[in-house]
């Protein structure tokens, strides 16, 4: 049975409001006027089948979702990060909805490909809850070394949790916006049945190095290890001291920059002396940065918990005013080449190629999940050599896709 006109008008005022769009803005996305938008959502006025692409496109949805009998239920994940600080924006739970998604279409093609997501082990570090902050940090201390023990990693520079965790069948993703200002968060964690635990991360909060993802992707990498938060949004601060997160950043910091390493790197640049370091320049700091992976901020911090430098110290190194073209700037001037990381995981688009290759999904839903138009990605399917094993286009069953 096909929904009547003010059941899908009902369904769009749903998304919108689920978003926190006004009327208004919704009509300047879709270049109509907010008189339509009303009537639209009243049931008193049709809507085109373009027009519902267009609604489902901005809602972050899929038109077999928006249109399915019976309604779909709101997915409680998605309700309950909207109540938090940071995604107050129609932009940022936008990206929060792309991110759902993408882990949605990565286990979606893993079914239609007849593979098994990722055989990840998950260790078990059963801890209590921290009793104090002192606790908290003990605790993240403690599982650091214990995690970089099992995975033989000794003192070694760990540069990126992220494919650690993907290699242990975590679902990974950017959590980007079509906003310039980008959302108000670092990163963001959630497990479900269905998908397990999944991980975004906001390259775009990051500076020329790409060092705050890594520590952001150490910090949830904390959380899956521990199964001790469901659903968490994540803004890299000092100042936040409820337990939990003082024990995930304690372990990100731990296992970014491990005692052992840190100590040994250190009185190998004949800094370390008499386990003190006196001093430390500009160009020892960015280093020092380059070579653990991780930001000033998290290395200074480190140091000053390490008793490695004093608190004064540490206070007034991090006061100095650096931006990131300082620190691009002394990096070349060292020989380095320090940048932010553009992408996170190939697994979506690997799956996609493999699944447009053997005729299971049409071009255009290949495009539209490597986030290229149709022209596009066939010319990079030409530039690549792939050929499609069948001339038969299948569209992929749920979602809506245009050849």
Not at 26 to 37: D, F, K, M
Request: proline residues 5%; contains cysteine.
């Amino acid at each position: 049975m096909s929904l009547s006109r003010e059941e899908i008008g009902t369904r769009l005022r749903h998304q919108r409001e689920a978003l926190g769009f006004t009327q208004k803005q919704v009509a300047e996305y879709l270049g109509l006027h907010r008189p339509t938008i009303s009537e639209i959502e009243a049931g008193r006025r049709d809507v085109t089948s373009q027009e519902l692409f267009e609604f489902a496109r901005l809602y972050v949805t899929s038109l077999s979702d928006l249109l399915a009998e019976p309604k779909p239920s709101e997915d409680n994940v998605t309700t309950v990060l909207f109540r938090r600080p940071g995604l107050e924006t129609p932009d940022a739970r936008r990206a929060v909805k792309k991110f759902m998604q993408r882990c949605r279409d990565e286990r979606e093609l893993e079914e239609l490909l007849g593979i098994d997501p990722p055989d990840g082990v998950r260790p078990s570090y059963r801890v209590e809850d921290p009793a104090s902050t002192w606790d908290a940090v003990r605790q993240g201390e403690n599982i650091a070394r214990k995690e970089r023990k099992r995975l033989g990693l000794g003192g070694e520079p760990m540069r990126n949790p992220l494919d650690l965790l993907e290699q242990q069948g975590v679902r990974i993703a950017p959590l980007t916006d079509d906003d310039d200002d980008g959302v108000d968060l670092d990163g963001i964690y959630f497990e479900t049945e269905d998908l397990g635990a999944c991980v975004a991360v906001n390259l775009q909060r990051d500076d020329c190095t790409g060092f705050r993802a890594a520590f952001t992707a150490a910090h949830e990498y904390a959380h899956w290890l521990l199964g001790d938060v469901k659903v968490e949004e994540f803004s890299f601060s000092a100042k936040n001291r409820e337990p939990h997160e003082v024990r995930a950043n304690a372990f990100a910091a731990a296992f970014l920059l491990p005692e052992e390493g840190v100590r040994s790197y250190f009185r190998n640049v004949g800094l370390l002396r008499e386990e003190l370091i006196s001093r430390l320049s500009p160009a020892d700091i960015v280093r020092a940065m380059d070579y653990f992976g991780v930001s000033r901020q998290a290395l200074l911090y480190r140091l000053q918990n390490l008793k490695l430098i004093k608190t004064a110290t540490a206070e007034d190194l991090r006061a100095q005013d650096w931006s990131a073209r300082d620190v691009t700037n002394l990096a070349g001037r060292l020989g380095l080449k320090l940048r932010r990381q553009e992408y996170l995981s190939t697994r979506l688009p690997i799956l996609a190629i493999d699944g447009w290759r053997r005729g299971l999904i049409t071009s255009g839903r290949a495009a539209d999940l490597l986030d290229l138009q149709v022209p596009d990605f066939k010319e990079l399917m030409d530039d690549l050599g792939e050929v499609r094993d069948t001339p038969t286009d299948t569209p992929l069953l749920g979602a809506a896709a245009a050849d």
